[in-house]
């Protein structure tokens, strides 16, 4: 195979090889970095969705929700649209 001569494709070869190695042996155990939310409790929920719209024209389709949210902890929830400067 005149693929396996080249050193560029040796070498990326070899850096697969390697991150393969260290995902599978080297890394300890994944541990997820959230925690799960509070029961809010039987009949209560976080999150009601109160409206679904669905329009389609030209092959495009947009799906319209509207979300009722109730907050039972005593600080106050932020919340903002989904853009870049949310975060």
């Known amino acids: ?16 090889a390697g991150g393969l190695v260290y995902a599978l042996f080297f890394r300890g155990p994944v ?6 939310a509070d029961d ?4 209560k ?3 009601t969705i109160t409206s679904v719209s669905l329009h389609r024209d030209y ?3 947009r799906l319209d ?3 009722r949210a109730t907050n039972s902890r005593a600080e106050a929830v932020s919340s903002c649209r989904p853009t870049p400067a949310c975060s």
Do not use: W, Y
């Open 31 to 36: 541990t997820p970095s959230f925690e799960p």
């Open 65 to 67: 929700l509207e979300v």
């Open 1 to 16: 195979m005149s693929a396996l001569k080249r050193p560029e494709i040796l070498a990326l070869l070899a850096i697969v």
């Open 59 to 61: 092959g495009n389709a």
């Open 45 to 47: 929920r976080a999150f």
């Open 40 to 43: 809010p409790g039987e009949g």
